[in-house]
């Protein structure tokens, strides 16, 4: 097909826009080269100058999403552009508003016949346009990068429409990467393209194995970090949860996953007493090989490891987490609007260029029921030594990124010697929990009736007279303070 306008006429005299609908046609542009793929890309309605010109995606977002696409260097990709509806939806005064349903409804008779024409392999929608095909989608700032089914339209993909991105500019670069998945640009650079290789995993099950595997870990020279990731029924750090398994990679390729209390492990009880054995020595044993673990979340792995399976506190090696390395390198992103800035899942995609989720929507349910272990051990071993792999790349990814800043030094220090301690420390606070009498509380809270109140009273009282407080107040004036301290409880002391 040839680079041109698609015509139209409709005789829908029931549609509520019969009459006055400007005809917006679709737009399509050939592809340089030979093109291997077609891509409609499907607004919400016309704007007026849209309708004005009589061409889709006309005007200051048209022009930033052509303009985008163009700076991209697409090879072998055909592009058109159209609207769900084909007339300017306005009110009274001229103001653009959101299209009439019915009107969409009859519009779409034509934006059928055009995709039997046109034969695309990608819909992307922009925008409202997702929530017009299918209400129960969520947001667009979770949306955005994912796949849906469509009933009539089958796969669609969603982005922000580019009018958005007019308003919030600080969006650019994560829009611009989304068009960039989709479209396969040749722009991507192969310093971040490595990011995205295929990689193996590996499912032990045999405890010789594992104990050969742990062996090989602590052992080994060229290995210098590990990344280690949990698999848990839910998501509840204190109770009622159970550790799955545990997912490792040692060079950003290769990842093994241990069930540990999963269903299908099969493990007898001799065996789980030499797997405790086995990832106690991995996790504790003095000066192995490496230098960090890594995680994404470290918290949340190192309370299931306290909580759930190893009763783990001490680790041989610092916990380096990629989530709080993100946050010291880019603390802007969390301002920046994007959906979950930090999660691993987001941060890969715009980081690493992968969409890593796009193709088990089952997992992420199961995993929002907290029934993830209910998943075959062979899958959710992919799915979990995925998340090892990922956040293996992510780790050297943040690092490469820091030292074109030249952070890289103070990023590690950061990480290891402060975020480390702090994160931990909560953790072991947060797991052990506390008992609170809400009416002991509100007593406390109590200015006049409060004990605490009643027993400073008390030790006011008491304190000019102590000897013990004579003492050491001439103690802190003689050595600490220079003979400089100030009167207590409002009078001079005879030291």
Same mark, same amino acid.
């Given at each position: 097909m040839k680079s041109g306008i698609i015509e139209f006429d409709c005789e829908q005299s029931q549609c509520p826009a019969f009459g006055k609908c400007h005809l917006v046609p679709t737009q399509f542009r050939?592809?340089?080269?030979?093109?291997?793929?077609?891509i409609l890309f499907l607004g919400e309605a016309p704007n007026q100058s849209e309708a004005s010109n009589c061409l889709p995606f006309w005007g200051q977002s048209g022009e930033l999403l052509r303009n985008t696409i163009r700076k991209l260097n697409i090879r072998g990709v055909s592009i058109a552009y159209s609207n769900l509806a084909r007339y300017w939806p306005r009110n009274e005064s001229g103001d653009t508003v959101s299209p009439d349903p019915a009107a969409t409804k009859a519009c779409l008779k034509h934006l059928k016949a055009d995709i039997e024409r046109i034969?695309?392999?990608?819909?992307?929608v922009l925008g409202g346009a997702l929530k017009i095909l299918l209400p129960a989608a969520?947001?667009?700032?979770?949306?955005?990068?994912?796949? !849906?089914?469509?009933?009539t339209?089958?796969?669609?993909?969603?982005?922000?429409?580019?009018? !958005?991105?007019?308003r919030k500019n600080n969006l650019y670069e994560q829009w611009r990467t989304d068009?960039?998945?989709?479209?396969?640009s040749d722009t991507l650079l192969k310093k971040e393209t490595r990011w995205s290789k295929p990689w193996k995993h590996r499912l032990l099950t045999n405890i010789d194995e594992i104990e050969k595997y742990v062996d090989f870990l602590l052992t080994n020279p060229k290995i210098k970090v590990i990344s280690c990731d949990t698999e848990t029924k839910n998501l509840n750090k204190r109770y009622d949860n159970i550790l799955g398994m545990i997912q490792f990679c040692h060079d950003g390729k290769n990842a093994v996953a241990i069930p540990y209390h999963h269903p299908e492990s099969g493990f007898t009880i001799d065996e789980y007493k030499r797997l405790d054995a086995a990832l106690i020595r991995l996790f504790t044993q003095p000066?192995?090989? !490496?230098?960090?673990?890594? !995680?994404?979340?470290?918290?949340f792995d190192f309370r299931m490891f306290m909580n759930f399976g190893l009763g783990i506190v001490k680790f041989n090696r610092p916990l380096m987490d990629t989530m709080t390395m993100a946050y010291c390198q880019d603390e802007n992103r969390g301002k920046s609007g994007i959906e979950g800035p930090y999660r691993l899942e987001s941060l890969i995609r715009d980081y690493l260029k992968v969409e890593k989720y796009g193709d088990?929507?089952?997992?992420?349910?199961? =995993? =929002?029921?907290g029934r993830l272990l209910e998943i075959d051990i062979e899958r959710l071993a992919t799915y979990g030594c995925s998340d090892s792999v990922y956040t293996y790349r992510l780790f050297y990814n943040i690092l490469e990124r820091a030292k074109r800043e030249d952070y890289k030094t103070k990023l590690l220090l950061l990480s290891e010697h402060w975020f480390e301690p702090v994160v931990r420390m909560n953790a072991i606070m947060g797991s052990n929990g506390f008992w609170v009498d809400i009416e002991q509380l509100r007593l406390l809270n109590d200015k006049k009736n409060s004990p605490i109140?009643?027993?400073?009273?008390?030790?006011?009282?008491?304190?000019?007279?102590?000897?013990?407080?004579r003492k050491v107040n001439n103690l802190m004036r003689k050595r600490e303070l220079g003979g400089k301290m100030k009167p207590l409880f409002g009078r001079v002391w005879n030291l």
């Open positions: 050939e592809g340089k080269k030979t093109p291997e793929e077609i034969k695309p392999t990608k819909i992307v969520p947001k667009m700032s979770i949306a955005r990068g994912q796949h !849906f089914e469509h009933d339209l089958g796969k669609i993909f969603a982005i922000h429409h580019p009018k !958005f991105i007019l068009l960039q998945l989709i479209l396969g000066n192995p090989g !490496f230098k960090y673990w890594i !995680f994404h979340n470290m918290e088990d929507p089952e997992i992420a349910r199961l =995993k =929002k029921q109140t009643k027993r400073m009273a008390e030790i006011k009282d008491w304190w000019p007279t102590s000897k013990f407080a």
